[in-house]
Nanobody
Framework: QVQLVESGGGLVQAGGSLRLACVVS????????TGWFRQAPGKEREIVAA????????YYTDSVKGRFTISRDNAKNTVYLQMNSLKPEDTAVYYC??????????????????WGQGTQVTVSS
C-alpha cells in the first residue's frame, strides 16, 4: 500500500509563493512517477505538473509554466511543488498522486492509482 500526505497549502496574496510537499510512504518511492493535480470548485481535477523517476523529465500545464517547479528528493521520499507568482485562478485543492513509473509521462487522473488527501491553496486578489 502506498500512502501520500500533502502539506504546505494556505492563504496567500496574489504574487506570493507557496511550496507544497508530498511524502510518499513506501521505500520503493523511486519506482514511482509523481504528479500534482488541482481541483477548483465546480471544475474537474486537472494536471498541474508531473515528474518521472526513470528520466527525470518534467511536465507542466501551460497555465503554470515559468511559475511552478516540480522536484523530488528520493532520499526523503518527498515530491515538492514550488509555486511562485500565484494568481487568484490558482485557487484550488491540490492533490499529490503517484503510480508505477512506466517511463512515459502520465498527465491524466486515470493514470495514477495513489492519491493524497489534498491541501487547500487560496490566492487572494
Amino acid at each position: 500500500q502506498v500512502q501520500l500526505v500533502e502539506s504546505g497549502g494556505g492563504l496567500v496574496q496574489a504574487g506570493g509563493s507557496l511550496r507544497l510537499a508530498c511524502v510518499v510512504s513506501r521505500r520503493t518511492f523511486r519506482l514511482y512517477g509523481t504528479g500534482w493535480f488541482r481541483q477548483a470548485p465546480g471544475k474537474e481535477r486537472e494536471i498541474v505538473a508531473a515528474i518521472r523517476w526513470t528520466s527525470g523529465n518534467t511536465y507542466y500545464t501551460d497555465s503554470v509554466k515559468g511559475r511552478f517547479t516540480i522536484s523530488r528528493d528520493n532520499a526523503k521520499n518527498t515530491v515538492y511543488l514550488q509555486m511562485n507568482s500565484l494568481k487568484p485562478e490558482d485557487t484550488a485543492v491540490y492533490y499529490c498522486a503517484a503510480d508505477a513509473d512506466l517511463g512515459s509521462m502520465a498527465v491524466t487522473v486515470g493514470e495514477y492509482a495513489y492519491w493524497g488527501q489534498g491541501t487547500q491553496v487560496t490566492v487572494s486578489s
